[in-house]
């Protein structure tokens, strides 16, 4: 899985969709998916991540 982290906003906010797109479609060419998240998505002490994954639309 190819994850897109920013500390603030979502990648999916600040990311032309351009961009967002071609990360879509190399990471399906990898035969993996994409997901992003920030630093409130993200639980240390249980070690879980609660990401956006992207289906390619």
Known sequence: MIVLFNNVKSPRMIL???RLHHYI???QH???Q???CTI???DFDAQVIQA???DGK
């Open 16 to 18: 032309p969709k351009e």
């Open 25 to 27: 479609e190399y990471a």
């Open 30 to 32: 990898l035969g993996q």
């Open 34 to 36: 994409v997901a992003s």
């Open 40 to 42: 409130e998505d993200v």
């Open 52 to 54: 956006e994954v992207y």
